[in-house]
């Protein structure tokens, strides 16, 4: 039988590390010996494929299966009879099944696989698809011959280039450069698509920067094919419709390509090439979007331990702030990212009536008929669409990992806030716009021009947001900490107050603001200070800094976390509804120290309490999370954001078990959210 293939060891955005800056050694970069062993892997791969190609003059074995160039379609060939090949190849096409070759006999045989051909020292391997990656084969030979590399015995590199300390050696070197072209290139970012009303749909992307490592480069960017497929995204550059082929680079970053053919139902994904070679990623996907980012918890700067984690499409995007000193939000190259929420008035029913203007949601999205967000008789509430996002929480030493994507890329992702009790996703759920108000016996979210409704139990609560009819509830846990989430990611840092704004304005005994301060302020809005306008956060007023929120689904007993993370017990809780009692609720065994307006040091980092405080101690307004916390025995339930009276220690982060669901203040409430799931 041919030799075994190896289990190949991918180019990897750790290998592409491995070169260091400056010709300093970097230890935390891929090794030489490394980079060795994946040249050697690839070499070793490479001739056990080419051991399945027919060759001249050859001693096979019974059973031995080879290809050829020269054989029809799916068509391989069994030895029957052991023996040595012929000097020259057998027609292959002949009608005979069995086929005499010297002193070997082949059988024919019908076969469904890689099609693979060998011209001139070019391996090419070709799948069903008709997708195709080149390879120049290296070995011992050809770096003598050919690149005038000297190896010692056994393929290893003479001693004095093996040294794992020097930068970069010759033969390395010398190897990447012989095989830039057949590596493929880094995705396209930047993908938007908006699908117009007339039915086209218009395409945004840039197309990738050259890989390089210590000078060398790895891979070129030559043509991006974009190729649209119905009901599905394509699998390869053959597997649909080509829409258009660009090769001249960022053609279509700021000014989109158009498809005006038929577009309903149809995915697009981009395929970036160099030569030959292509990015079959992910995240080349069209309606795709996948992003990372670890906070390393080592670092008590905030402004700088938030980092981006390479080979994600949030690698290459600026990260949003609120400019105080011009007075207006900076978007980055976050603006048209497709998870992005939308204001709307919700019907009661859950039906979505309208899109509001984002800029000012007196406006319908037309920008010119008025909307109905003062009209306290409509029959329905202002709120943000959010679609789908998985997201998944790991720890890796002092790093904590926070990764979010519009599908469920492994087992790891969830999407607590569209989870469907059957185990499916649901397309949408409604966060508040503006400070819950009590209405006629109901928690609406309305810009009323009067001060949000305080002074209520989380049992009036639950009430008042039931009275708008099924599936209305007031904020949740799983929800609440989906917007933190994205926060990290959008901002890159963690002091809200200083990335979009401090709280509205400041008191010791009432509020101080209306709803619908923020109505002409678009998505994000704060001040450096209090100010006579509403801050706002992903399109919702005072999201912390004004009137504590008390939402559903958290509770600590005892210094214990407990948490129910949907409605339904397909999160694994046993509860059929939200309660103020945490029975039925998942333990998650997080706990949290005794704490009173203590500033948040590191969080426990889990997938049910990404940001459960942890440790609230060794920090402060400035430093680490910024946010203080506070917490008590008994059964207490969650408040976040912090009060008009708390300054500082108020932010996205602020967290309160420390008061009983019956407690109520002048500065606590809730707000109203929808979910027909």
């Known amino acids: 039988m041919s030799n075994p293939l190896k289990a190949l060891i991918e180019f990897t955005s750790a290998y592409q590390q491995y070169a260091t800056k400056d010709g300093q050694a970097n230890?935390?970069?891929?090794?030489?010996?490394?980079?060795?062993?994946?040249?050697?892997?690839?070499?070793?791969?490479?001739?056990?494929?080419?051991?399945?190609?027919?060759?001249?003059?050859?001693?096979?074995?019974?059973?031995?299966?080879?290809?050829?160039?020269?054989?029809?379609?799916?068509?391989?060939?069994?030895?029957?009879?052991?023996?040595?090949?012929?000097?020259?190849?057998?027609?292959?096409?002949?009608?005979?099944?069995?086929?005499?070759?010297?002193?070997?006999?082949?059988?024919?045989?019908?076969?469904?696989?890689?099609?693979?051909?060998?011209?001139?020292?070019?391996?090419?391997?070709?799948?069903?698809?008709?997708?195709?990656?080149?390879?120049?084969?290296?070995?011992?030979?050809?770096?003598?011959?050919?690149l005038g590399i000297t190896i010692a015995d056994g393929g290893v590199p003479a001693a004095s280039a093996n040294d794992n300390?020097?930068?970069?050696?010759?033969?390395?070197?010398?190897?990447?450069?012989?095989?830039?072209?057949?590596?493929?290139?880094?995705?396209?970012?930047?993908?938007?698509?908006?699908?117009?009303?007339?039915?086209?749909?218009?395409?945004?992307?840039?197309?990738?920067?050259?890989?390089?490592?210590?000078?060398?480069?790895?891979?070129?960017?030559?043509?991006?094919v974009i190729v649209k497929k119905l009901g599905a995204y394509p699998a390869g550059p053959t597997d649909g419709v080509v829409v258009v082929t660009n090769t001249t680079k960022n053609l279509y970053a700021d000014t989109p390509y158009i498809d005006r053919s038929e577009t309903d139902g149809y995915l697009y994904r981009a395929f970036p090439y160099n030569q030959e070679s292509y990015s079959g990623s992910e995240l080349n996907k069209f309606e795709f979007f996948s992003y990372a980012i670890y906070i390393d918890e080592s670092d008590p700067v905030e402004a700088s331990c938030v980092h981006k984690v390479p080979g994600f499409d949030n690698y290459f995007l600026d990260n949003c702030f609120m400019n105080f000193v011009d007075n207006e939000f900076y978007w980055g190259?976050?603006?048209?990212?497709?998870?992005?929420?939308?204001?709307?008035?919700?019907?009661?029913?859950?039906?979505?009536?309208?899109?509001?203007?984002?800029?000012?949601?007196?406006?319908?999205?037309?920008?010119?008929?008025?909307?109905?967000?003062?009209?306290?008789?409509?029959?329905?509430?202002?709120?943000?669409?959010?679609?789908?996002?998985?997201?998944?929480?790991?720890?890796?030493?002092?790093?904590?990992?926070?990764?979010?994507?519009?599908?469920?890329?492994?087992?790891?992702?969830?999407?607590?806030?569209?989870?469907?009790?059957?185990?499916?996703?649901?397309?949408?759920?409604?966060?508040?716009?503006?400070?819950?108000?009590?209405?006629?016996?109901?928690?609406r979210s309305m810009s009323t021009g009067a001060r949000p409704t305080a002074s209520t139990t989380a049992e009036n609560e639950a009430v008042y947001a039931a009275n708008n009819g099924a599936n209305w509830t007031t904020t949740v846990w799983a929800d609440e900490q989906l917007m933190q989430i994205m926060g990290v990611i959008l901002f890159g840092r963690l002091n809200f107050q200083v990335a979009c704004g401090y709280n509205c304005g400041s008191s010791t005994s009432a509020l101080t603001h209306n709803c619908g301060s923020g109505n002409a302020k678009g998505m994000f809005y704060g001040q450096a200070s209090t100010s006579t306008y509403a801050t706002k956060f992903f399109g919702m007023e005072n999201w912390w800094g004004h009137r504590w929120r008390r939402p559903n689904g958290l509770m600590l007993i005892n210094y214990t976390v407990y948490v129910k993370m949907t409605r339904h017990t397909g999160d694994g809780s046993t509860a059929t509804e939200y309660n103020r009692t945490g029975a039925g609720y998942i333990n998650t065994g997080l706990t949290i120290p005794s704490a009173s307006e203590s500033y948040i040091k590191q969080t426990h980092g889990e997938k049910l309490g990404a940001f459960v405080p942890k440790i609230v101690s060794d920090s402060s307004a400035t430093t680490y999370f910024c946010d203080a916390c506070w917490s008590a025995s008994g059964t207490t339930m969650l408040l976040l954001g912090g009060g008009v009276s708390h300054g500082s220690p108020a932010g996205l982060f602020a967290f309160a078990v420390y008061f009983a669901p019956s407690y109520a203040a002048w500065y606590s409430g809730a707000s109203v959210s929808y979910k027909p799931f």
């Open 27 to 146: 230890p935390a970069a891929t090794t030489h010996a490394q980079m060795q062993e994946l040249f050697k892997n690839w070499s070793e791969i490479l001739a056990a494929l080419t051991n399945s190609i027919w060759q001249p003059s050859k001693i096979y074995s019974v059973g031995q299966i080879v290809s050829s160039p020269n054989m029809q379609p799916n068509t391989a060939a069994i030895c029957l009879t052991a023996g040595t090949s012929g000097s020259s190849e057998p027609e292959w096409e002949q009608e005979a099944t069995s086929i005499t070759d010297n002193g070997v006999v082949w059988n024919k045989i019908p076969v469904i696989g890689l099609g693979i051909t060998i011209t001139e020292g070019i391996a090419t391997i070709k799948s069903p698809l008709g997708d195709s990656v080149k390879f120049d084969q290296i070995n011992v030979d050809k770096l003598s011959s050919d």
């Open 165 to 224: 300390n020097v930068p970069t050696t010759g033969w390395v070197r010398t190897l990447i450069e012989a095989n830039a072209s057949t590596f493929a290139p880094k995705p396209c970012y930047n993908r938007r698509l908006i699908r117009v009303d007339d039915g086209s749909v218009k395409l945004y992307w840039r197309d990738p920067e050259d890989t390089i490592a210590d000078g060398n480069v790895i891979a070129t960017w030559t043509k991006t």
């Open 333 to 443: 190259d976050w603006k048209d990212e497709p998870w992005l929420p939308k204001p709307c008035m919700l019907k009661y029913s859950g039906e979505v009536d309208y899109y509001l203007n984002q800029d000012d949601y007196t406006k319908k999205e037309d920008g010119v008929t008025a909307s109905d967000v003062t009209n306290t008789a409509y029959e329905g509430n202002a709120m943000m669409e959010w679609g789908p996002i998985f997201t998944k929480v790991k720890r890796e030493g002092k790093r904590l990992y926070i990764y979010a994507a519009s599908h469920k890329l492994d087992d790891d992702y969830e999407c607590y806030s569209c989870l469907k009790s059957d185990g499916s996703y649901g397309e949408h759920f409604y966060m508040p716009i503006y400070e819950g108000s009590v209405i006629n016996s109901k928690l």
